[in-house]
């Protein structure tokens, strides 16, 4: 696993992940620009989808990205901690995973997901998808290329932090 501090929609890449709100319909942050560079068929494509609940992911073609896929994650909104943010936020991850697999992905590149405005304590983030990727890895897909991503300086620290904390 990789940290890296890159503009995600630059990535050519089997595949990146979009911080998805539920509706699929792009948003700010990640999510727009991700809809954004891949040009209005992305969107055209979430609608024929319709929505993805929280803790799931779904994946559309990546259009005018130089990635080839792009799959659709929903992190959880930070409420307090008491309501399951963490296990959902760890399902995105897994989830994630999964769709890569089940698309013959060998390379793929996460952003910091539920970490915007979505208000996800960055640190507990952090080390909830460092953990899990580093699980997945183990258990689900040894060979694959896993990068994290992250432009905002603070969040790049936190995710830093959590890669050399071997979480």
Known sequence: ?????????????????????????????????????????????????????????????????????????????????????AEMLTQCYRRSIEVAVENGVETIVFPAISCGVYRYPLDQAAE??????????SSISPDMEMIITCIEPKTYRAFEKAVASNV
Not at 56 to 68: E, N, R
Not at 128 to 137: D, E, G, P, Q, Y
């Open 1 to 85: 696993m990789r940290l890296e501090r890159k503009d995600i929609t630059t990535y050519k890449v089997d595949a990146i992940v979009n911080a998805a709100n539920a509706a699929l319909s792009g948003g700010g942050g990640v999510d727009g620009a991700i809809h954004r560079a891949a040009g209005p068929k992305l969107l055209d494509a979430c609608r024929k989808l319709g929505r993805c609940p929280p803790g799931d992911a779904i994946a559309t073609p990546g259009f005018d990205l130089p990635a080839q896929i792009v799959i659709h994650a929903v992190g959880p909104v930070w409420r307090g901690g008491a309501a399951g943010e």
């Open 128 to 137: 909830i998808a460092v953990r899990t990727l580093r699980a997945c890895k």
